[in-house]
């Protein structure tokens, strides 16, 4: 007679229990990968490709001093704009008036400093404020008035360029000369200051990491093993310092002027990717947000807000959309009545989809646009360095974003297949 006691099934939340070594959280990446979850991978190795294939077409210009800190003051404006419709994205919804709502506010700040008198930091308040309001509008009119956001953030986008045009004045320019907002794309930080700051920033997320990781040791809770959150920090710090190194170089073509440091609207980027890596990753409103995305009538069933986690999204994005205004002005000395408009917001909802955001909602990280923001300026870098027409950046760029949304389709097809 067997005295063997029967083993009781797993309760549901006993794998959050489990303890893993190295070789079983690769093993679980690596199923979750074939299963269709594939983050940031296609970004990275995009990026990986992009530098191999311009360093070897442009060697003596690509991965220049002076062209790698051009790379990242390019790519501020539509990474700063792509971050915001990450949280639009998100819900699977979509903000087409972005980009132009970004031009009504670095135009009513450029108006609030040259005709008005107004210091740069009440200017910079009042057109995040103006951004906040347009998002309002639009939230409410989805989520309230239950209009779809492409006809809302459509008309929006007409709309909002007669107010550009109104501020400004047809075919004028307003010139951006206040010598704080200028520095954020065309100044750079002093050099010991951008060491410092990439050493706590080093510190600080080692820290973060491993006291996470002994929290959820002491709990008892699934975590990743020290050894791969080692790594991970290891790398982090890597490529933070080396940056710093590169862009502490002096860069000036003549011997006779000194230019170094890192770009003021760097660290700008480096604050807003944390603030929004924290608030989805760290808080409750995060967690409604990727609920409401992944299913909203669930999440409402289960007492989440949707309506105004809906409005929410659009305020975050056009408020993000003044900053990345602000900036966009400061890049080239002036706000002009077509700012905002053009590419800038199919350049943005590139940048957010090639860096992983899913199309479909409730996938998607803040560092998504900081990786298809620098894809997208590595394409257009490169190219300009190698003299290719216009037309061909379009298509490019076109394909580049079609081959995003092409593996979001079949990741989506895949998770679904495999009950994920």
Known sequence: MSTDIPRLADADFAADRRQLDVRSAVSDYWARVRAGELGAIPAILALAFLVVLFTGLRPETFLSKGNVANLFTQALPVTILAMGLV????????????????????????????????????????????????????????????????????ALFLG???????????????????????????KNMPIWLGWTLAVVVSLGYAGSQLWRWDRQRRRGLHGKPVQL??????????????????????????????????????????????????????????????????????????????????????????????????????????????????????????AAVIGGTSLFGGRGRARDAILGGLVIAIIDNGLGLLGVDAYANFLITGGVLLLAAGIDALSRRRRSATGR
């Open 87 to 154: 949280f639009v994205l998100l819900l699977g919804e979509i903000d087409l008036s972005a980009g132009v709502a970004s031009g009504v506010c670095g135009a009513v700040m450029a108006k609030l400093i040259v005709d008005s008198g107004q210091p740069w930091y009440v200017a910079v308040i009042a057109a995040i404020a103006v951004g906040v309001v347009i998002g309002t509008a639009i939230g409410w009119l989805v989520s309230v008035i239950r209009i779809p956001s492409f006809v809302v953030t459509l």
């Open 160 to 186: 909002l360029q007669g107010i550009t045009l109104k501020l400004i004045g047809k075919g004028g320019t307003v010139p951006v000369r206040d010598d704080v907002i200028v520095a954020l794309a065309n």
């Open 229 to 350: 959150v080692a790594a991970r920090v290891l790398v982090v710090a890597v490529i933070l310092l080396f940056g710093t190194f590169v862009l502490s170089l002096d860069r000036a073509p003549s011997p006779l002027v000194t230019l170094a440091g890192i770009p003021w609207g760097v660290p700008l980027v480096a604050v807003l990717l944390i603030i929004a890596t924290f608030v989805l990753d760290r808080t409750a409103y995060g967690r409604h947000l990727y609920a409401v995305g992944g299913n909203a009538e669930a999440a409402r069933r289960a007492g989440i807000n949707v309506t105004r986690i809906r409005m929410s999204v659009f305020m975050i994005a056009s408020g993000l959309a003044a900053v990345s205004g602000i900036v966009a002005a400061s890049r080239l000395n002036s706000v002009a009545t077509d700012s905002g408009a053009g590419n800038t917001l199919l350049y943005a909802v590139g």
